[in-house]
């Protein structure tokens, strides 16, 4: 149970104190690596320790490391990389589940805190810690750990300034869970092609699409050779999973749309020009809009995450890189933090 909480309200608390302690200073605080590195060490330690039951695929998981121990590596699985990975650590660890979620969490925490410093260096603590209070980071952590592990390999990717490196880990991610094909595609396309006009015509030509009900089967055939569970998740889901909501989720696409919105009231408004946040914001356009043409199936937040992980790097990096083009720096991040943040708390018990 203290797991538990220390999994959901940690962000909150950190907020809080960065609220009280900066808020009111006309410059951006700056914090020690050491500090993001501290959260993470407790986050990791509070999603390994969680109850077996606390989700409904962890005890999927156990089961697959167990049986990776005494039968060793299987080539049938689908996703090379995540079964070469659990099998290594079920022989590593002599069966000792524990640490297999321990060094998953750990991997899985510390990508945020190496994305971030790679960017914001000494600022950091404001996008790890957004990034942990926002909608999905926990599910993909205690839940989905098979897609939140290969979403690690995807940030420590574009975290490196070197291409060879980039593009091995982006391949890692891939071979983790063939669903990072989806980013994966999209980073490649931005690299070539990174005219704005471009991402918000596919961008609302999907919205549009998704909004008439258009017939996705076609597509849901595409998902399935990505990830086979999209099949399980659209059309064969059991009675445990009745009250999971379906239909055309308005909540989270109210959700997706908001980073847009702060998006061109920041950077157009101010007129800010970098490279690297059109590079990115380009990219979550284009994933967001392969997730508006399934927005309509069962577990959709699950393929949603492949974009809204890059709403904390959306929102906070024009105004920690530049600080000059606002009146208040301090006072706007916090509150788009603790709006990101209530976001999810109301989208809990919506």
Known sequence: ???????????????????????????????????????????????????????????????LFHNRFYWGFSEEYKDVGWMFYVTCCAKMFRNNVLLFFLLTATIYCFSYSV??????????????????????????????IHSGFAIAFFLLGISSDKKIV?????????LLHRSMIIPFAGFMVVTVVNKRWVYYLIWVSCLLLSITNSDMGQLFDSFSMVDSRVEYYSGTIGSQFS??????????????????????????????????LSKIFNLYLFTNAVWLLAIRIAFTDRIAYLSWFLIPFITLYPIIKYPEKFKAPNALMLGLMGMFMGLNIVLMFV
């Open 1 to 63: 149970m203290i797991s538990d909480i220390v999994g959901r309200f940690l962000p909150a608390t950190i907020l809080l104190l960065l609220i009280l302690g900066t808020w009111n200073k006309k410059r951006l605080s700056s914090f020690p690596f050491i500090v993001s590195v501290c959260v993470c060490v407790v986050m990791a330690f509070a999603i390994a320790t969680l109850p077996d039951d606390y989700s409904i695929d962890k005890p999927r998981y156990i089961s």
């Open 166 to 174: 980039t593009f091995v880990l982006l391949l890692c991610s891939v």
């Open 115 to 144: 994305f971030g410093y790679r960017f914001f260096e000494k600022k950091s603590i404001y996008f790890l810690v957004m990034s942990m209070g926002c909608l999905g980071f926990l599910d993909y952590a205690t839940n989905t």
């Open 243 to 276: 009250s999971y909501k379906t239909g055309f989720r308005w909540d989270f696409l109210i959700y997706s749309i908001v980073p847009v919105i702060i998006y061109i009231l920041l950077v157009k408004k101010c007129q800010i020009e970098d490279e690297v």
